[in-house]
């Protein structure tokens, strides 16, 4: 657990009035993007929408970070320290929702923010915006940056974006993330790697000449089979997972291309490189059998997330202050309707880490907006974030807001009608703890370098190095 902060009750009254003055416009940002849900890499409306507000607010825009045309940077500010806010606004294929308790589409296969990322970024800036002007008014010094981070769900834009060095600058990172509680974020996530292989052999007729053809989706099978005879010699923690993306067009033809895409999951950066490194080796036995060609394309890795203490214990005490969301007995209702679509078991599993003495009082709601501590510290999730590589370049805390029902699972229908609806005032809540933190890092340049001296004895001799290798280009092609 996290000891108290010696800095406790320092006065962030002016930027979280700043922030509740801006509700309304925050709540109809948080709706723009909701209403025109776009894919990763593909956030053209989405990302305007931000752009325009941190414009008016006076801040200084750098675009196209990365190669990526919807990634930037908004700056405000001279001087040290420099904290940076993190934000993303990808939706998701193919859950599209409207604001209601049953699964009924706006449009039947469209996007939709099943993840909250049409908060997420909108929070960011709520928070940026509160920082800036209390840095206008004089009360702090330092710089305030807002980073919008494209195509999170495909783990894309903070991994391009680090390996240009966005983020090489930042005495310390905050970011948040939509989610049944509000609390600080002290578990690690799994570091990954993301790879397709295609195979290329001879096309033939599969009952007339079949001995002619050389099968790529034999290949691929040869593949995936040897990988299930790895898993036994790989770590616990470690996940290997795949889908056939292109497997022939028809029986009766020996396919000529095949191509299985991999996610390579473990604890650390190292372990997934070298179970990478067996996958290829693999992938080369099963092009060897079937006497095809093999060819390699890494999309995108990422690193595990290395929590800061010191920057948790500022987002923990910012939470306190702040209190309860403040959810109305219609937004109560709602999500009691919601909560009772879930099933218990997937209720049961978003509270298996959650301190004892707040689970009776959880499973009794369907929306549990009080703030509760930091827990499941040092525990590793099942997941990946591409906030791990920025948490290996900089010190970087994040937190969850209570913008779900209780139990919802992430990528559902449910969560994208919670985010349409009373998720939004969540939102709110996001940018003051944002806004708040940031203000207490700036206020108090000791608190980042105790930040940053927790990071060096973290990360020791371990470096950040880019896992994308010299020939790496955004994948555009890839949404989800």
């Not at 959650?354 to 499941?376: F, N, R």
Request: aromatic share 8%; charged share 25%.
């Amino acid at each position: 657990m996290i000891a108290a902060c010696e800095w406790k009750g320092m006065t962030k009254a002016n930027v979280f009035e700043d922030i509740e003055s801006d509700r309304e416009r925050l709540i109809s940002m948080a709706q723009r993007i909701w209403e025109t849900p776009e894919l990763g890499l593909h956030e053209e409306q989405s990302v305007q929408v931000l752009i325009d507000r941190l414009k008016e607010e006076g801040f200084d825009i750098e675009v196209e970070l990365g190669e990526m045309p919807t990634a930037f940077v908004a700056s405000y500010g001279s001087g040290n320290p420099t904290v940076g806010i993190l934000g993303e606004y990808d939706a998701l294929p193919d859950l599209s929702q409207k604001v209601t308790s049953e699964h009924d589409p706006v449009e039947q296969g469209a996007p939709g923010h099943g993840c909250g990322h049409n908060l997420f970024g909108v929070a960011g800036v709520g928070g940026a915006i509160g920082v800036k002007r209390a840095i206008e008014r004089g009360e702090i010094d330092g710089t305030i940056e807002f980073y919008g981070c494209p195509a999170e769900e495909t783990l894309v834009g903070k991994v391009f974006m680090a390996r240009d060095g966005a983020f090489d600058h930042l005495d310390a990172a905050i970011t948040w993330h939509p989610g049944n509680l509000s609390t600080p974020t002290l578990d690690r996530s799994l570091a990954l790697d993301s790879i397709q292989f295609t195979f290329e052999g001879v096309s033939a007729h599969a009952a007339a000449s079949p001995e002619s053809g050389r099968s790529a989706l034999d290949a691929v099978e040869l593949l995936n089979t040897g990988v299930e005879y790895m898993r036994e010699h790989i770590s616990e923690k470690a996940r290997v997972h795949y889908v056939i993306t292109d497997g022939g067009d028809a029986p009766n033809v020996v396919p000529a291309e095949a191509t299985v895409w991999y996610y390579v999951r473990a604890p650390t950066r190292a372990e997934v490189e070298r179970i990478s490194d067996w996958l290829s080796d693999i992938a080369g036995g099963a092009a060897a059998m079937t006497q095809t060609e093999v060819e390699h394309r890494y999309i995108t890795g990422c690193w595990d997330y290395l929590p800061n203490h010191t920057v948790t214990a500022v987002i923990w005490e910012t939470m306190q202050e702040l209190g309860k969301i403040g959810y109305s007995d219609d937004d109560h209702a709602f999500a009691a309707d919601l909560k009772e679509t879930i099933a218990g078991e997937q209720i049961d599993a978003s509270l298996k880490d959650v301190p004892e003495e707040y689970v009776d009082e959880i499973q009794q709601t369907g929306l549990y907006d009080i703030p509760v501590p930091p827990h499941a510290e040092g525990d590793v999730g099942g997941g990946s974030t591409e906030v791990g590589d920025v948490s290996w370049i900089t010190p970087t805390g994040q937190f969850r807001a209570a913008t779900w029902a209780v139990g919802t699972p992430a990528h559902t229908w449910q969560a994208t009608a919670a985010n349409g609806d009373f998720g939004q005032k969540g939102a709110v809540y996001a940018a003051k703890v944002l806004g708040g933190t940031a203000y207490s890092l700036l206020k108090h340049p000791d608190i980042v370098d105790r930040a940053n001296e927790e990071f060096d004895e973290t990360t020791g001799e371990q470096s950040y190095e880019t896992p994308l290798p010299p020939e790496a280009e955004p994948p555009f092609d890839i949404t989800s």
